[in-house]
């Protein structure tokens, strides 16, 4: 039994009338006949009892009417979720970021995108830049905003932009009243990094900025995140490095100023596979390229 013949005896059944159905279908009425025909032959009922004054359903036709327009309407859903997922209008998206894209405008581009696209379920995994690209590698994840890296084919990159670094200061410390810090009041004081084993990288960037100056900080406490960070500067135990991307969502009692000069911004970038993408996650893709990454400067939209 072909779709198509249950679609020639629904519209014959709902015009009870063979010529009418056959202008509908856009086909001659001995064809349509005769796929009726072959229908009956192959249940082995009569759907219509053909008359001088048109045809009415049989009993059997009568049964099959319903069941014939729900299967239709089940293959046209089943094209339908498939031409949906073809094109990334369904599907899971699996991302995973790092915690400096983890801002409020972040969190609302991707309550855009799940307006925009209701039928694409969203997964996201928070995590350091190495662990998120061993996901990217395995699998696991499908699309991670986190840290650019070298040139590699098995992946696309798409820079977002830079995030600026500022200097996290408990609200009552004396160079919290200053609008920048000059690089040379780090000489000795005592800065807050996390921990290698956690974020090997983190704070290398202010670290070599010092080391340019002849800056030599004193490294007495570490963190096992960015949340534990903040909290040991809210604690008055130092000040620390810290994305300027976050300053909205920190606790009360912290403060965050420009160090002169300036820290080189760190890139924030888009990376997902070069080959095999699912529609869905190049549909992310580009919703982010479009909308771009609020808080970065030089943002490339690509």
């Known amino acids: 039994m072909e779709l198509r013949h249950l679609r020639y005896f629904i519209t014959v059944a709902e015009t009870l009338n063979f010529s009418r159905a056959a202008r509908i279908l856009n086909i001659a009425q001995p064809p349509l006949s ?108 499908d699309v991670a905003l986190t840290r650019p890296s070298q040139s590699d084919p098995r992946w696309r990159q798409q820079p977002l932009g830079t995030q600026e670094q500022v200097l996290a200061l408990p609200e009552d410390h004396p160079w919290a009243k200053q609008r920048s810090i000059p690089i040379r009041k780090l000489q000795g004081a005592p800065l807050l990094l996390i921990n290698s084993d956690s974020n090997p990288h983190y704070g290398q960037r202010l670290l070599g900025l010092c080391a340019r100056h002849g800056v030599q900080p004193a490294i007495d406490h570490a963190a096992g995140d960015l949340a534990a960070l903040v909290w040991l500067v809210s604690a008055g135990l130092g000040v620390a490095p810290y994305p300027g991307s976050l300053a909205a969502t920190a606790p009360r009692g912290v403060v965050f100023r420009p160090l002169r000069p300036r820290v080189s911004g760190l890139e924030v970038a888009l990376m997902w596979a070069a080959k095999g993408a699912p529609p869905a996650t190049l549909e992310f893709v580009r919703f982010l390229r479009r909308v771009g990454f609020p808080g970065c400067s030089a943002i490339d939209r690509g």
């Open 34 to 141: 005769a796929q009726v025909r072959s229908l009956e032959a192959e249940l082995g009922v009569e759907l219509f009892e053909r008359g001088p004054r048109g045809v009415t359903l049989t009993k059997a036709g009568r049964a099959l009417l319903p069941a014939a327009q729900e299967a239709l309407a089940a293959a046209a859903r089943a094209a339908e979720a498939a031409r949906d997922l073809a094109t990334g209008r369904t599907g899971t998206v699996r991302l995973g970021l790092i915690t400096p894209c983890a801002t409020t405008e972040v969190a609302a581009a991707l309550r855009d995108f799940n307006r925009a696209f209701p039928l694409v379920r969203l997964r996201v995994r928070h995590d350091n830049v190495e662990t998120l690209r061993r996901l990217l590698m395995a699998g696991q994840i």
